[in-house]
């Protein structure tokens, strides 16, 4: 497993960052703080790094991410069910935000479940994939 640890973008200081965002037509519809479009633009760094790489599958934790005991062999074995079962994903959240339960049945039970996801939220924890960048 590579591991690089990257430097967030800090929104408070490069205000051309807010600048380039606000500027978009969607950021009227929602309340996003300064310190939120930093969490966004830093992400869009980590995909843009994807995709420039071709790295076909990333995890990505955020500082402020508390990871359970056994934490590496839990995401494993997640990684390695979802390819035995040819089930195909584009996004993986880590984690609970403690949204509402999907109606669906889990994916992978336990012990550790995969849910279908019905909106994208919890970005402290996730692991992507290429195709889903």
């Known amino acids: 497993m590579n591991v690089e640890i ?11 960052i807010i600048s380039n965002i606000t500027a978009l037509p969607i950021i009227g519809k929602y309340d996003l703080t300064v310190g939120s479009i930093g969490c966004w633009h830093s992400h869009r760094s980590l995909w843009s790094e994807i995709l420039e790489k071709k790295i076909g599958k990333s995890l990505i934790l955020e500082d402020d991410v508390d990871l359970v005991n056994g934490f590496k062999s839990k995401i494993s074995s997640v990684m390695s069910q979802l390819e035995t079962k040819n089930i195909y994903w584009d996004i993986l959240y880590v984690g609970h935000c403690f949204q509402h339960s999907p109606k669906d049945p889990p994916i992978i039970s336990y012990p550790v479940v995969v849910q279908t996801s019905t909106s994208p939220v919890c970005t402290h924890a996730y692991a992507v994939s290429l195709s889903g960048i």
């Open 6 to 16: 990257k430097d967030a973008v800090n929104s408070y200081t490069n205000k051309q």
